[in-house]
């Protein structure tokens, strides 16, 4: 069953899409050792989610989700300031952003 | 095949593309080009969707403010290729298999769901007066409350980036 949410496109297409974007941003985050690359893998992970919410609220019509991506927008600005301010901070102490280096911090 | 319908296939292969070269790229500054043309091309699913206030805000947002903050960061790092340990190969076949495993599970978990029923379509949804006007009535608690999260995001970055012995002092 397919429901078209744009003329030609069914709304499964952009589930696939995000489907398929959030699974790169899975293998990013796994498979990276630079902290910046594996930060960069997690914004890509929520934009994943955005898209998927802006094409269920084209299908089902709905206001609020729209206004959901934008609250998410706002999160990751908050997330990747403070993460980039950590990630500086790292950088400082160690010279490397390389995340085997962190093992060192276990208690 | 319509107009909207090719847009959307060369939109969804430059953003599937630029997200693989982000995350297999070997210099970070790659990584961040790949980024930028990645949600450039959501904002372009954004707009084909009719959500042109949400397709603007990604741009400023994203490209404009997180894309730079990156590579301000990357750049100020002047960082080359990390030294990748031996086993990097085996850890990326884990890695794919993993990610795969998880999509199968969203695959299969939408396979059994129950079939989608759609509302009556409706084209302004996604315009500034429409969200503006939900943002504002229905939402306005959460709208202050992302202020003083950014408020709060600030100051934790700026007091973090301080020099050492001035953090020690607060």
Redesign the interface.
């Known amino acids: 069953m397919n429901i078209e949410i744009i003329s030609g496109v069914s709304v499964q297409a952009y589930i696939w899409l995000s489907l398929i974007l959030f699974a790169i941003g899975v293998f990013g985050v796994l498979s990276r050792k630079n902290a910046i690359v594996i930060f960069m893998s997690v914004e890509l992970m929520l934009n994943a989610a955005n898209l998927l919410l802006v094409a269920f609220s084209k299908m089902y019509a709905d206001t609020s989700a729209q206004v959901f991506v934008m609250f998410t927008m706002a999160v990751a600005a908050a997330e990747v300031a403070v993460g980039l301010a950590i990630l500086v901070l790292m950088y400082r102490n160690t010279k490397t952003v390389n995340i085997d280096v962190l093992s060192k911090i276990k208690g | ?2 107009i ?2 090719i847009a ?1 296939y060369i939109l ?1 292969a430059i ?2 593309i630029s ?2 070269v ?2 297999t ?1 070997r210099h ?1 500054i790659y ?2 080009l790949g ?1 930028v043309t ?2 450039f091309s ?1 904002s372009g ?2 707009i ?4 042109q ?2 397709g603007l ?2 741009i400023i ?2 490209a404009g ?2 894309i730079v ?2 590579l301000f ?2 750049m ?2 002047n ?1 080359g290729e ?4 031996s086993k990097n190969l085996i ?2 076949i ?3 298999l ?3 495993c ?2 199968l599970v ?2 299969a978990a ?1 396979k059994v769901s129950d ?2 029923v ?5 084209n302004n ?2 315009l500034v007066e ?2 503006g006007n ?2 504002l009535h ?2 306005l608690v ?1 709208f202050i409350m ?1 202020s003083i ?2 408020n ?3 100051i ?3 007091l ?2 301080n020099k ?1 012995n001035k953090l020690q002092n607060i």
Not at chain 2, 82 to 85: G, L, S
């Open positions: 095949m319509g909207t319908e959307f969804a953003g599937v997200a693989l982000t995350v790229a970070p990584s961040i980024l990645c949600f959501i699913h954004y084909l969707m009719n959500a206030f949400l805000v990604n947002v994203y403010a997180i903050l990156f960061v990357v100020m790092m960082l990390i030294q990748e340990t850890w990326k884990m890695a794919a993993a990610a795969g998880l999509m969203l695959v939408l079939n989608l759609s509302a009556q379509p409706d949804i996604g429409t969200l939900v943002l229905e939402y959460p992302t999260l950014l709060a995001a600030m934790g970055a700026v973090l980036s050492e």
